[in-house]
C-alpha cells in the first residue's frame, strides 16, 4: 500500500507555520508530504532556520531535505512577525486549494498551520476560521475535535460568548453533533464502539434542576434518544470529575458543551502534542493547536511537536479512512 498524500498549508507567511514545515521536511514520514504555498516563504524560513531545503515539483517524491510544492504566490513577502492583509487572499487560496485536492480525490488529508484571522479579516474577506471555511466547501456539518496522546475532547459550540452558549445548545444541533462524532471515531480512529462522555452544562450537571435546566429539558432527552439508536453515551456528567484519570481510561471521546469547558483540560494534559481536528469532512483534517506566534516567527525557536502530532495523526486517519475502503 502506497504511504497517503497529505497537503500541508503553512498558515500566516508571516508567523511560525512555514519555519515548522521546513523543520517537517528535515524528517522522514509515513506519508508524502507536499506543500501548498509560496516557495519563496519556505525557503527564507529555511535561510533564518540555516536547515536545507530543496523544493521540487508536486509530483515530486518527498524526502529528509526535500518537500514537494504547489506554488501559491503570496502577493508581498512580509516580515517575520508582521503579517500583511494583502497576503489574505493567498492563505485563504491554500487552504482551499488543499482542501480541493483532498474533496477531488488527489490527496487523502490535509495539515494546517496557523493563521492570523484579524489580518485575513483586514484583508477584505470575512472569515472567522478554518474549520468553517471548510465546512462551506466541503457542503457539511462537522465538528471540532482537540486531541493529544491522553484524551480527545469534541465541542458542542465552538467560539461563542458564554452568554451565548446556552441558547446554541439544541436538541437537533446537539445529536447531530454526537452523530458526527460517532462516526468520526469509527472511521477515522477505527473503533468499532465508541463510547463518549457528554458533559453537562451547568456545574454538577445541573444538580438535578437546581443549578439548571438544560440538563433535563435538552442533554439527557437527546442522549436517551440516541442511545435507542445504539449509541454508548454516558452523561450528562458533572465536567469538575469527568476528567479524572481513571475516568478517561474508560471512554473513547469527551463532548464539551463549550469552548473553555473542555479545551483547559487537554491543554493542561498535553499542549505539546494536542492537535486539532474537523471532523465530519470527506477527508482528515488535522491542524495544529496554537497560534501564530508572530513574536517569535524567524528566531527558530518555534517547537515543532504541535506540527509532528499533526502530521502523524493525519497519516493514521488517512491509513484507517483507506483501509475501511479497501474492506469495503
Known sequence: MSPPRLALVPGEPAGVGPELCVRAAQRAWDAQLVAFADPDVLQRAAAALALPLRLVAADGIAAPGVLPVVEIRTSVQAPFGTPDPRNAASVIAAL??????????????????????????????????????????????????????????????????????????????????????HAALRADFGIADPLVAVLGLNPHAGEAGHLGHEEIDVITPVLDRLRREGLRLEGPLPADTAFLPAKLKAYDAVLAMYHDQGLPVLKYSGFERAVNLTLGLPYPRVAVDHGTALDIAGRGTADPSSLFAAIERCTQLASTRSAQVRRG
Open 96 to 181: 482551499q486549494r488543499g482542501a480541493g485536492a483532498c474533496l477531488d480525490g488527489s490527496f487523502d488529508g490535509l495539515v494546517t498551520g496557523p493563521v492570523h484571522k484579524a489580518t485575513i479579516n483586514e484583508g477584505g474577506i470575512a472569515y472567522t476560521g478554518t474549520t468553517e471555511l471548510l465546512a462551506a466547501q466541503a457542503g457539511r456539518d462537522v465538528v471540532m475535535m482537540l486531541a493529544n496522546d491522553i484524551v480527545r475532547v469534541a465541542l458542542a459550540t465552538t467560539h461563542l460568548p458564554l452568554r451565548a452558549v446556552a441558547d446554541a445548545i439544541t436538541p437537533d444541533g446537539l445529536a447531530r453533533t454526537l452523530r458526527i462524532v
